[in-house]
């Protein structure tokens, strides 16, 4: 009867072991599961089985196709025209003919003293099959409309520390400088919108390099240029 009983006792000692071993090699398989926070789409996926990982090192990119981001720099001098929900016109390359009708989602605190400009986050939708990160895009924001403005050739725009002017040609055919100040570019487009004393109908030179105000020259049309600035 002893005997029985000892061996019951290292039988349920043996099952107990084992079931210990189990609950060790499950906790060690859950290390090998990766969990995400948000549904979502893999689109980077460096590692495979059997691939040595140094902690800290990603082995999977996942992205939200809920919400869709682009990174817009935009000059300082329109930090007090942009705003969170602000209308914005997205067209991401090789989509020329599809502009996405996006808005502004964030706007940076911190302006990059360097280039002078701010990050400011767009959002607009795009279908989760054509999502590719790091793709670049041009993105249009409407920040106000300008009244009194000239388009000009941006090769006609020169700048001497923080002004701008042009080099036009009055009526009596002698080149004058003309201060004036670009509100409006793309970088889709030759042509800049500016304000200042320019008068309608005056011509302005677009190689001015060798040219001092009162010279007098004989104007010549250049071809015309398309595009528009926005």
């Not at 926070?37 to 800290?56: C, F």
């Not at 009708?101 to 054509?130: C, N």
């Not at 701008?164 to 793309?186: M, Y």
């Not at 970088?187 to 004393?197: I, N």
């Given at each position: 009867?002893?005997?029985?009983?000892?061996?019951?006792?290292?039988?349920?000692?043996?099952?107990?072991?084992?079931?210990?071993?189990?609950?060790?090699?499950?906790?060690?398989?859950?290390?090998?599961?990766?969990?995400?926070?948000?549904?979502?789409?893999?689109?980077?996926?460096?590692?495979?089985?059997?691939?040595?990982?140094?902690?800290?090192?990603?082995?999977?990119?996942?992205?939200?196709?809920?919400?869709?981001?682009?990174?817009?720099?935009?000059?300082?001098?329109?930090?007090?025209?942009?705003?969170?929900?602000?209308?914005?016109?997205?067209?991401?390359?090789?989509?020329?003919?599809?502009?996405?009708?996006?808005?502004?989602?964030?706007?940076?605190?911190?302006?990059?003293?360097?280039?002078?400009?701010?990050?400011?986050?767009?959002?607009?939708?795009?279908?989760?099959?054509?999502?590719?990160?790091?793709?670049?895009?041009?993105?249009?924001?409407?920040?106000?409309?300008?009244?009194?403005?000239?388009?000009?050739?941006?090769?006609?725009?020169?700048?001497?520390?923080?002004?701008?002017?042009?080099?036009?040609?009055?009526?009596?055919?002698?080149?004058?400088?003309?201060?004036?100040?670009?509100?409006?570019?793309?970088?889709?487009?030759?042509?800049?919108?500016?304000?200042?004393?320019?008068?309608?109908g005056e011509q302005v030179i677009l190689k001015p390099i060798g040219l001092k105000p009162g010279e007098k020259v004989r104007a010549q049309a250049a071809s015309p240029l398309k595009g528009d600035a926005t």
């Open positions: 009867m002893r005997a029985a009983v000892a061996d019951v006792g290292a039988a349920q000692s043996k099952a107990e072991a084992a079931k210990a071993d189990v609950q060790f090699q499950e906790f060690n398989l859950s290390e090998t599961k990766l969990f995400t926070y948000l549904p979502g789409v893999v689109v980077n996926l460096p590692k495979r089985p059997g691939d040595a990982i140094v902690p800290g090192e990603p082995v999977v990119t996942v992205a939200d196709p809920r919400v869709t981001m682009v990174d817009a720099f935009v000059d300082q001098r329109f930090s007090g025209k942009l705003h969170t929900g602000q209308p914005a016109t997205v067209i991401v390359r090789g989509r020329d003919s599809q502009p996405f009708q996006g808005h502004v989602l964030r706007i940076s605190p911190q302006a990059d003293s360097g280039t002078e400009e701010m990050t400011v986050e767009v959002a607009f939708p795009l279908p989760p099959k054509e999502l590719e990160i790091g793709q670049w895009a041009d993105v249009y924001i409407d920040v106000g409309k300008a009244k009194d403005a000239m388009v000009v050739p941006n090769a006609a725009v020169m700048q001497m520390g923080n002004k701008h002017f042009v080099l036009a040609v009055g009526t009596d055919r002698k080149v004058k400088r003309v201060e004036v100040e670009p509100i409006a570019s793309s970088p889709r487009s030759p042509l800049v919108a500016v304000q200042g004393d320019l008068k309608p």
